[in-house]
């Protein structure tokens, strides 16, 4: 019997013990991780850099509260803005990405009362897009485009709507005196590895300045490195500025921590965006520990030196699917270590009641790799920043040879 709340569909292995891109379940069984706790341990499993971090200020001080300066929390925002962000404005840490997209969505509130409607009424509405995922708080899963995250969690909050995403006809169109910001993924994860088009982000920016809007990116699964560039968007129009940001995964390598950065551009006469948030309007017991920014320090700093293995490895795996000409594979797409392969459901061997990715996850997991789904025709591979080039090929040829065994139809 369990004590756990039923609230995971969990895979049946148990993992116990990690080093780099494997793990080790307790049956003694290894496995390599294409999973990284989904975007989460960047630098692999217990990297030295990391674990020095954590250990050396474990022995030194691991909690303050907010009431008091941190000089870990200062140093952490101060590399995130300059070395990352490199654009004016402040950061707020958290634990998570939901709590970090309510913060976003409480800034659109603040923004909507400080900037209201002819009026005189707060503007307060949030668009974002189908298929897209911000998280599991309330917050999360009012903006999260996808029905099955709020079933029996009514009523919904109002002030949120969802509309096709990179369609530029569809979000112009939407616009509303009420409305106070968009809120995006670059690449929609969870929802499909779908990637923005460079016309939607520079179109969703043009509107934002046309309406007196915020353009809020959700970088959670996709930030610090994980899409070729240490922030994702730049990937995609490197010129564009958003007004805010949200962060969590793979900047603490393990460690739980989150964070969103406002634009300190100046919406009123010498008021900033950024200073919208005042003391007493937000806060937190645990975002921004010492423990949990020495841990971030560690990885941040490792990132900008891996930018150039996940472009080729990510070339490295892209070029290998399409080499295959395989009958279960649509196609790959995705941008950096974050890839999605589309799966042809039509030609699959699927067991009644399991859905394909699902299904293909645990085929894979027989078979020594871990690699989750992305919706129910979609896996999803998401290795470590530092993954080799002999680790992909290891885990594609068991892609290749567990779709194998799926379909009567032979891969040319």
Request: hydrophobic share 40%; charged share 20%; proline share 7%.
């Amino acid at each position: 019997m369990s004590y756990l709340l039923p609230t995971y569909g969990r895979f049946p292995v148990t993992l116990v013990r990690g080093e780099g891109t494997r793990v080790w379940d307790d049956q003694g069984k290894a496995y390599l991780d294409f999973c990284s706790g989904i975007a989460v341990c960047a630098l692999g499993h217990s990297p030295d850099v990391l674990v020095q971090a954590i250990q050396k200020q474990a022995a030194t001080l691991i909690h303050c509260c907010n009431l008091y300066h941190i000089p870990q929390q200062e140093e952490l925002a101060r590399v995130i803005v300059e070395d990352h962000v490199r654009i004016p404005g402040k950061v707020f840490f958290s634990n998570s990405g939901a709590e970090s997209n309510d913060g976003l969505i409480k800034a659109a509130r603040k923004f909507g009362h400080a900037r209201p409607q002819p009026d005189g009424s707060p503007r307060y509405e949030v668009l974002s897009f189908t298929r897209s995922f911000h998280g599991r708080t309330l917050g999360g899963i009012n903006a999260t485009g996808q029905d099955k995250v709020k079933e029996g969690f009514d009523p919904l909050l109002p002030g949120f709507r969802h509309l096709p995403f990179n369609d530029l006809g569809a979000l112009a169109a939407a616009i509303r005196p009420e409305t106070a910001a968009i809120l995006l993924e670059p690449v929609q994860g969870e929802g499909g590895v779908n990637v923005a088009t460079p016309e939607f982000l520079r179109s969703a920016k043009a509107l934002c300045e046309k309406h007196d809007l915020l353009l809020f990116l959700d970088e959670v699964q996709v930030g610090f490195g994980r899409c070729g560039e240490t922030m994702a968007w730049r990937e995609i129009a490197a010129e564009l500025e958003p007004d805010g940001i949200s962060w969590a995964k793979g900047m603490g390598g393990g460690f739980p921590i989150g964070a969103f950065w406002l634009s300190d551009r100046e919406i009123g006469e010498s008021i900033a965006l950024s200073s919208l948030l005042g003391p007493g309007s937000h806060g937190t017991t645990y975002g921004g520990s010492p423990l949990a920014c020495a841990a971030s320090l560690s990885v941040l700093g490792e990132v900008p030196n891996l930018i150039d293995n996940v472009r080729a490895r990510a070339a490295q795996i892209h070029d290998t699917i399409a080499s295959w000409d395989h009958p279960l594979v649509t196609g790959t797409r995705g941008l950096g270590l974050l890839v999605g392969i589309g799966l042809e459901v039509s030609k699959m061997d699927i067991p009644e009641g399991k859905l394909p990715a699902i299904h293909l996850s645990a085929e894979l997991l027989k078979a020594g790799l871990l690699a989750p789904p992305a919706g129910p025709e979609t896996l999803r591979l998401l290795p470590p920043l530092n993954v080799s080039e002999e680790e992909v090929t290891e885990a594609l040829d068991i892609v290749r040879d567990t779709l194998s065994a799926m379909t009567t139809e032979p891969a040319a």
